[in-house]
Structures are given as C-alpha cells and as structure tokens.
Nanobody, 127 residues
Framework: QVQLVESGGGLVQAGGSLRLSCAAS????????MGWFRQAPGKEREFVST????????YYAESVKDRFTIARDNAKNTVYLEMNSLKPEDTAVYYC????????????????????WGQGTQVTVSS
C-alpha cells in the first residue's frame, strides 16, 4: 500500500504562485511514477502533470504547460507541483496519484492508470 498526502493549497490572486507537495509513504514509493490531477466543481478530474520515478521525464497538460513544474525528491518521498502565473480557471481540488506500473511513452495521463490517490488539496485563484 502507498499513502499519499497533499499539502500547500490555498487562496491566491490571479498571477500568483503556489507550491503543492505530496508526501508518499508505504511500499516502493521511491520507484513509483507520480502524477497530479485536478477537479473543478461540476467537472471531470483532469490530468495536470506526470513524472517518472527518476524525475528525468515529465509531461504536462497543454493548459498548464510553461506555468507549472513538477519535480520530486526521492530522498524525502515527496513530489512537488510548482504553479506560477495562476489563473482563476486553475481553481480546483488538486490530487496526487501514484503507480508502480512500468513507464509508458508520454507518461500516465489517465485516471485509471494510477493505483493510489491522495485526498486532495484545494487551490482557489481569485480574479
């Protein structure tokens, strides 16, 4: 089992920045590929970013590319999502996810490709 706990969400003005953290614990967390998703009210949970276990490969949704950066510190079993130039449409609950599946080209972008999920952290961007 892998346990994931997100933190770092909050209220920020448009144009501002936040850094989300996802602390992982449990079996083989350092070898798990990780991802971030988000879900706005009344909408489906959508892919934001994914990172390989080594941290060398990372991919982003077009809507956040060049504004968000995913990173990981395997020594701390933590994955980060640095969010800059935030927009009101970034408002959502952000979820961290993990998978122990073998890496696939382009990373894991679908909800059903992940085995473990955190409880989420709220990000609200005011205009």
């Amino acid at each position: 089992q892998v346990q994931l706990v997100e933190s770092g969400g909050g209220l920020v003005q448009a144009g501002g920045s936040l850094r989300l953290s996802c602390a992982a614990s449990g079996r083989t967390t350092s070898s798990a590929h990780m991802g971030w998703f988000r879900q706005a009210p009344g909408k489906e949970r959508e892919f934001v970013s994914t990172i390989s276990w080594s941290g060398q490969l990372a991919y982003y949704a077009e809507s956040v590319k060049d504004r968000f950066t995913i990173a990981r510190d395997n020594a701390k079993n933590t994955v980060y999502l640095e969010m800059n130039s935030l927009k009101p449409e970034d408002t959502a609950v952000y979820y961290c996810a993990a998978t122990n599946s073998l890496w696939i080209a382009g990373g894991f972008r679908k909800r059903n490709e992940y085995d473990y999920w955190g409880q989420g952290t709220q990000v609200t961007v005011s205009s």
